[in-house]
């Protein structure tokens, strides 16, 4: 990253890279055999992660792979992803109000049965789009994307050096959206900074010695802030759930599990707080980005209004940022 030596490409090791897409992919194939079979708490979560993280091995060397079978690779790891996504948010909320010592009474049962019968559901879903014929397309194009390291091992002459500007970059973008996020408690800002984090960890872990900056203390590091994101995500997205559902039946017996919530939530923001600091500076942007990026979701105008996709997130970060995402 910054200051460090870049290797040239005659060191870029494409047979181990070529290895590690090979491992990623049956990863994949593993956790993905899991979703469709016996109950599994942790499946469809790992499938995920297999996915985000081939994602990022994908990106970070895409200048030693084929450009169309990269592309469409990618594209069938985000539909993916997003398929999958209700039914893990489904398991966290159920989760969640399994173990809490405030899902007492009628009410909240009720909820939690609806939930679980919601999740039974999307499960089954979710095998079904994992069954052979279907798994079978996903993996040939993540396979045709990893076949063409080894057609062409050298078709971009800068790869290193390709591989850690994207490293380079995830970390200003994320920098960035972790010292917005840092500022006030707003849950669309804390979800942009998560995604952010995830996405610099794993393009940091493609390219050893740019995961290395700091030793292990940075991954350790990364870590830490990700686990904090995603507590104050899953209560954010809990809470929201509940008092629309309380809305909707004019019911009351929740009280006590938001309650709950909201001081679980707000412990992790604080702790969010507290770790941003140990992930380094934030690039210096142009004033013009604080006033953007700080912008809370509710009444933002139609150029800056977030979305659900990450890569015009990424898109709009980049360009806020200009030359410093480059640091």
């Not at 966290?92 to 939930?115: D, K, T």
């Not at 972790?178 to 408690?185: F, G, I, Q």
């Amino acid at each position: 990253m910054t200051g460090a030596a870049l290797e040239p490409v005659a060191r870029v090791d494409a047979d181990a890279i070529r290895s590690r897409l090979d491992q990623k992919v049956s990863t994949l194939a593993s956790a993905a055999s899991r979703v469709g079979g016996a109950h599994d708490p942790d499946a469809i979560h790992d499938l995920r992660v297999s996915a985000r993280v081939l994602d990022a091995m994908l990106r970070t060397w895409a200048g030693l792979l084929e450009p169309r079978a990269t592309a469409a690779a990618l594209r069938a790891l985000r539909r993916l992803r997003r398929r999958l996504g209700a039914a893990r948010e489904l398991e966290v909320h159920a989760a969640l109000i399994e173990r809490s010592v405030a899902a007492q009474g009628e009410p909240v049962m009720a909820f939690l049965h609806r939930l679980q019968g919601r999740l039974a559901r999307r499960s089954a879903r979710a095998a079904k789009r994992l069954r052979r014929e279907r798994l079978r397309r996903l993996l040939q194009r993540v396979e045709a994307a990893a076949a063409s390291l080894g057609a062409q091992p050298a078709s971009d002459p800068r790869a290193s050096d390709r591989a850690r500007a994207h490293v380079s970059e995830m970390r200003a973008v994320a920098l960035a959206a972790v010292d917005s996020a840092s500022a006030r408690e707003d849950d669309w800002l804390l979800h942009q900074a998560r995604l952010a984090v995830k996405k610099w960890r794993y393009a940091a872990e493609c390219v050893d010695r740019s995961a290395t900056e700091r030793g292990s203390d940075l991954r350790a590091a990364l870590r830490r802030v990700q686990d904090a994101l995603g507590t104050i995500q899953d209560r954010a997205a809990l809470i929201e759930s509940l008092e629309r559902h309380a809305r909707k039946r004019g019911g009351t017996g929740f009280e006590a599990l938001i309650g709950e919530l909201k001081t679980e939530k707000g412990e992790a923001f604080r702790s969010f707080q507290a770790l941003a600091g140990t992930l380094g500076p934030a690039p210096a942007a142009p004033p013009r980005a604080v006033r953007v990026v700080a912008r809370p979701i509710a009444g933002a105008p139609a150029s800056v209004a977030p979305t659900t996709t990450d890569e015009r997130w990424e898109r709009m970060a980049q360009w806020l940022l200009g030359a410093t995402s480059q640091q």
